[in-house]
């Protein structure tokens, strides 16, 4: 991960220091908009990657679903819970097939689910990668979507949501081309130095969960 915020942040101060390359304070804030998409690029990019990173070193744990704690069994078994939802398709994740009467459905899978529970929990625990969804706008609410899925702390990054959530904006603003104004030094700054400090805690964050195994179940 530390490779990989490297190289991301080396290639934006290359890109930002074209920038005395320009006299015109106008044409500097017209460029810093190419700016803000490269930015907002790798800071989506990489919250991604650590966080693939992470549930890949926990799948590789080998461990039974019963180890973790109850986020991580959650986002493992999402065929098992969609299965469950689902109450009008046989299934053969649950063993017993639904009653004829519709009504009684929802109840009996409820409670084939709960005889079945302790052997899903003795599974090994393997989290899909399609569990990571930046859902290419990476709003505040949705890294604390992603921070959830994985067990990591979802207020980790409360104090800088709203400089998140305007960095999306003038991103998207900028892309689809309804935003004509550059984007001035201090705005461009503000979000460089915010975005650099989530990606840099979101680093420390997970080292710290995987040295004290904090995805562990608590006893």
């Not at 689902?86 to 899978?109: G, V």
């Not at 400089?163 to 689809?176: E, G, Q």
């Not at 550059?182 to 997970?206: A, F, H, N, P, Q």
């Amino acid at each position: 991960m530390e490779t990989e915020l490297a190289w991301r942040q080396e290639e934006l101060t290359f890109m930002k220091n074209q920038l005395s390359n320009i006299s015109e304070e106008l044409l500097k804030e017209k460029y810093r908009k190419s700016l803000v998409l490269m930015l907002y690029a790798h800071f989506e990019g990489f919250v991604k990657i650590c966080l693939l990173s992470y549930i890949q070193y926990v799948n590789s744990l080998h461990l039974k679903r019963e180890c973790f704690q109850e986020r991580l069994i959650a986002s493992s078994m999402n065929r098992e819970f969609t299965a469950f939802d689902n109450n009008d398709e046989k299934c053969s994740i649950f063993k017993r097939k639904l009653p004829d009467d519709k009504r009684l459905h929802r109840l009996y899978r409820r409670v084939n689910f709960l005889e079945e529970l302790d052997e899903f929990k003795s599974r090994e625990l393997v989290i899909s990668d399609e569990t990571i969804d930046t859902e290419s706008n990476l709003w505040y609410i949705v890294l604390q979507k992603n921070l959830y899925k994985v067990g990591l702390p979802v207020d980790l990054f409360e104090d800088v949501s709203k400089d998140v959530d305007a960095l999306v904006n003038r991103r998207n603003s900028i892309a689809h081309g309804t935003e004509r104004a550059g984007v001035t030094e201090r705005e461009y700054l503000r979000w460089e130095t915010k975005t650099y400090r989530i990606m840099e805690d979101m680093v420390k964050c997970i080292y710290h969960t995987v040295c004290h195994e904090k995805y562990r179940k608590e006893h």
